[in-house]
Structures are given as C-alpha cells and as structure tokens.
C-alpha cells in the first residue's frame, strides 16, 4: 500500500462518536477509544484461564504527543508517553487487564490510588485463590488485608517509610552489618515483613510466605586475588517474587518486538495501535498454549520456529483472505551510466587504500584515500596520475 494511501485512510480512523457527547462526559478524557479499551479488556478475560501468579506493574507507551494524558517518568527507558496500569499473567506475560492513567484529575478514594488500581485490575480474580505480585508503588498492609478477605495472596517490595511499617525494622545499622544471605523478619497479623541482605538490603511484606522457606543460590565473591563460588540460603519469599514480578516485563519484551506504534496527528491514535499490538500477542500467546494442549491436532501444526513475525503474516492472510504475503516491489533503479557526473562522484575517507588502476598495472601501492561513491573503487585522482577518469572511460567501452 502506497504511503500517502495509507494516511489518508488513517485520518478517517475513528472509534466512538464524536458527537457524543454523553460519552465524552462519561469516560473523560480517553473517550475517543473507551470503547476499545473496554474491549480489549474483556476479550482477554473472557479467552484465557491464567495460571495462579499474576502481576500488577505499570507500562509506558512511547508517545511526545500534545495531551493533558501524557507523563514523564524520568527514571524509565521511555521517559514520555502514557501510563498504564497491567494485570498480566506471570508466566506466559499475558495482558489479562489494563487502565490508563489520566493523571491527578482522577480522584483516588479514601485509601489511596494504588489501592484503587490493584482492586480494579483484580475486580475479576478476587475470591478465586490467585497469587498477586507488584512492586513497593502498590503495597501497603490495608491492601494487603483486603486482598486477604477476598480469598487473595500478594507478596511485593516495600519501603521503610511506609504507614504501619514495623519500627524494630527501621534501624539502618543491621543493614551495614549484615552478610550476603542474611534475614530478619517480622509478623504482623497475617502480614509477614522481610529484609533480606543480598548485594543490598531488601524489603519485602507477603500474606502468602512464612520466614524459615529457603532456596539454594549461587554467588561469586572476590576472595583476596581470588573469585570464588558461594553458596547462600535465598528466602523462598524473594525467589518467588523476582520470578512472579516477570509477567508485565515479559509482556513489554514481546510486543516491543513486532509493534504496530506509529507516529500520529492525534494522539489517542496511539493508544488504539497499542491496543492493536495488546491483540495481537495475546491472540499469539493463546495459539502457543493451544497448540501445546493438543499436538496432534494436524490444523495446528507449525515448524519449530513458528514465532511471532510468522503468526502476524498468517494472521494478515486470514483476516484479508490472501493466499500468500504480497512481495515488496523492487525501487526504480536508473539505468547505470559509468559517465554520469550525477552518480559517479569522487569522495574522500578517511582511511586511504590501493588505487584500482595502479595495482593493475604494475602492481604498486599507490596509497589514496579518493573513491568513487557509486562504483566503491579507490582511485587516484591527482593532475599527474587521473585514474578516476581512466577507470570510468574503461567502464563506458
């Protein structure tokens, strides 16, 4: 499809009414696309039974665009863009869920913003015994509680500086005296409060671990000249929540691979392609799991490298009934004139080769750093010694 084509079909994109104005009024300020975005969210609930560890971590969706929506976030890779809030399956990295946020016009309730976005990802998997992983943005012991009366675990980071934070943990000399593999802990009702030393002390709080669970982990230290092999007790606490953490990132990794993400005039257009890509993988990560469940399904065969490049070219053929994917048309290429003083330019570089002509000739190694552009040939081009032009006459006979 021709480029100019394909924006003038763009500019006529759209998603809701733009003449509703009781929708505008209803889903504020991403009304052009609320209606994808409620969508998206509920095909991927309805399609796919996560396993039982799930993770709530936030997204930047890359975007400079003129909008009341934007963030900066100077910390992250993508420092600008849109923010959204991800429920994603820990092991397949599977978007279950997903918010954006529109900034400080949302009024938080009474216990927090980060309170009222894990409920509101999780409204679907509460009461059912899942198993919830997020970062020290999101933790807190009142959530943690209700996500306990809900029949749901969690388990994240925290800081020390944290409402209801136990103060026998807050003494920063234990961190300084501390060895690799050392822990202290704390239980406060249901909640168990963890710091673990590994290259760095850390804080964790969790309703679903108790503090004598451990796992072997192997560490390199500098011993004298020498480095040597360790071997440390890791808390089962952390093991479990670095590899339950992964379900978001996982997700990121694979639809950064492929995206559809263009640069657009406006700029809720962005979070439609976004939307498009959320769709795409997981549609690829739910034909990976079916075609694991049943292998001898002969519709569902693949070659071992079917990956995500191919299931987007099969999908294209399905959704437009093409029978095979169109080959890009070669671009024109004029016609080669060895004389033409358009296209056959000397330039200079700045390390220097043999001239063509010279080696040729009497094999001597006239050092020059003048090349033809077009033809990659190093040449003399001095009054006395004019390969170029001998060469390109040669070309023309």
């Known amino acids: 499809m021709p480029r100019d084509h394909f924006f003038a079909l763009l500019s006529f994109l ?31 609930v309805n399609l796919f039974q996560p396993q039982r560890d799930l993770a709530v971590d936030e997204r930047m969706v890359k975007s400079k665009a003129r909008s009341g929506i934007r963030q900066y976030i100077r910390d992250k890779v993508t420092k600008f863009g849109y923010k959204l809030w991800v429920l ?45 992983y997020m970062d020290n943005f999101y933790t807190s012991k009142r959530l943690f509680e209700h996500l306990l009366e809900r029949k749901t675990l969690a388990c994240g980071t925290t800081r020390k500086d944290r409402r209801c934070f136990p103060v026998e943990l807050k003494d920063s000399s234990w961190e300084r005296k501390a060895q690799r593999g050392d822990v ?25 671990h108790t503090a004598n669970q451990h796992v072997p982990a192997k560490r390199r230290e500098k011993r004298g000249a020498q480095w040597a092999l360790r071997v440390i007790q890791k808390p089962l606490l952390v093991h479990e929540y670095n590899s339950g953490m992964l379900g978001v990132d996982k997700s990121d990794q694979i639809i950064a691979t492929y995206n559809v993400l263009r640069k657009c005039v406006r700029w809720w257009k962005t979070l439609f ?14 034909f990976q799991e079916h075609r694991k469940e049943n292998p001898a399904v002969p519709e569902l065969s693949r070659s071992t490298y079917f990956d995500q490049l191919a299931f987007r070219e099969e999908l294209i053929q399905q959704i437009f009934e093409y029978d095979e994917v169109a080959q890009a048309r070669a671009p024109f290429s004029p016609p080669f004139s060895p004389l033409d003083p358009v296209r056959h330019q000397p330039k200079r570089m700045k390390k220097s080769r043999n001239c063509k002509i010279c080696y040729e000739k009497t094999k001597a190694q006239n050092r020059t750093n003048v090349f033809c552009s077009t033809c990659n040939v190093s040449l003399c081009f001095l009054p006395s010694r004019d390969c170029f032009a001998e060469w390109h006459s040669r070309q023309r006979s």
């Open 184 to 208: 202290r802990w704390i239980r406060d009702g249901n909640v168990l409060y963890m710091q673990s030393k590994d290259r760095r002390a850390v804080n964790l709080m969790s309703t679903m």
């Open 273 to 286: 392609f976004h939307c498009v890509d959320i769709a795409c993988v997981n549609s690829f990560i739910l």
């Open 88 to 132: 994603a399956d820990s092991r397949t990295g599977y978007t279950l869920q997903f918010l954006v946020y529109t900034g400080k016009r949302e009024a938080p309730g009474p216990h927090g913003l980060a309170f009222d976005v894990v409920n509101k990802l999780c409204t679907v998997y509460l009461d059912q015994g899942y198993k919830i």
């Open 14 to 44: 759209s998603v809701g009414d733009p003449e509703d104005l009781a929708a505008a009024a209803s889903d504020g300020k991403t009304w052009r696309v609320s209606w994808l975005l409620r969508h998206i969210n509920q095909e991927s």
